[in-house]
């Protein structure tokens, strides 16, 4: 079960894209809140300032939980030092179960997503990292989804399944009546290889089409497993196979759900960050508008 939040913000605009959803989380999931500020160590003069900045943010918070009755705690700190090493020592230090953050930072470019903090975070990081997209989630009220519907990104790997307990917990705290999970497998075509004979009895275009068509079966008798497991612990899924290119296939069937979320692993079937810090999740990162849960496997 989640208790804590961490909020990192650094005082822009673009950073507190992630409001929004951080009020719709704790306040859905029950968890107490904290907003972080990191102050570097030549801004001592600016302590106050950035001490009455998360402090309003928090009261804001507060007000707006007494307001709708939700009995769960919203507080600021300040602390000196190196944004992401200071994001994960208040998180070990402190007990904190989910960081969220919004894509971009003071920079105004991709800084939190694909710059030197959030990519630290990412990778150090022991518990989830939600990602919110700055500019998408000014338009998108969360408190007023009707219904959830959470995307969990699978490979087919051990390493991807192991987004599914956080996806578990999460639904049961935020109501397994109210949210839907399907679980999405894409399935990418071969790429024709350099040496392929043209005496062979089929040509390449026909070898991808009956190759693809088995892979939709292996990877949909997979799915189905998975969703029997999910069941059998009390969640509403089903699953959906998608054939082409990975990172287009995610963006596309996100942008036509609505309401939806994108759960996934930081690492995939290669052992490498695909996911994260190759071109799959990058591309998945800068199209897609819903917030991102990010899982390091163990």
């Not at 007990?95 to 030197?116: E, K, N, Q």
């Not at 939806?260 to 695909?274: D, H, P, V």
């Amino acid at each position: 079960m989640y208790q804590r939040l961490l909020v990192p913000l650094d005082g822009s605009k673009l950073a507190e894209a992630a409001l929004p959803f951080a009020r719709q989380l704790s306040g859905r999931l029950g968890l107490d809140v904290t907003f972080l500020h990191v102050s570097g160590s030549d801004e001592s003069r600016l302590a106050s300032m950035h001490h009455a900045y998360v402090n309003g943010v928090a009261d804001n918070m507060k007000r707006q939980f007494k307001e709708a009755g939700i009995p769960v705690e919203a507080r600021g700190r300040v602390v000196v030092g190196h944004p992401a090493e200071q994001i994960l020592q208040y998180v070990q230090k402190n007990h904190i179960d989910l960081i969220l953050m919004a894509s971009h930072g003071r920079s105004g470019v991709m800084r939190w997503a694909l710059g030197s903090v959030a990519d630290k975070v990412l990778r150090a990081s022991e518990v989830p990292v939600w990602l919110v997209k700055a500019g998408s989630a000014q338009e998108s009220d969360y408190d007023k989804w009707p219904k959830i519907t959470a995307l969990v990104l699978l490979d087919g790997s051990e390493l991807a399944e192991q987004v599914l307990p956080h996806v578990e917990v999460m639904v049961k705290q935020r109501g397994a009546d109210i949210v839907d999970v399907i679980l999405v497998r894409v399935c990418e075509p071969p790429a024709i290889p350099s040496d392929y004979p043209p005496s062979m009895p089929l040509s390449w275009d026909e070898h991808v089409k009956q190759e693809m068509a088995k892979s939709r079966q292996r990877n949909e008798q997979y799915l189905l497993a998975v969703e029997k497991r999910l069941r059998d612990v009390g969640l509403s899924v089903r699953s959906q196979v998608l054939m082409g290119k990975a990172a287009d296939e995610i963006v596309d069937y996100a942008a036509k759900t609505p309401f939806s979320l994108i759960a996934m692993t930081t690492r995939g079937r290669s052992g490498l960050s695909r996911w994260v810090y190759g071109s799959v999740a990058e591309k998945v990162l800068l199209g897609v508008s819903c917030p991102i849960l990010l899982v390091k496997p163990h």
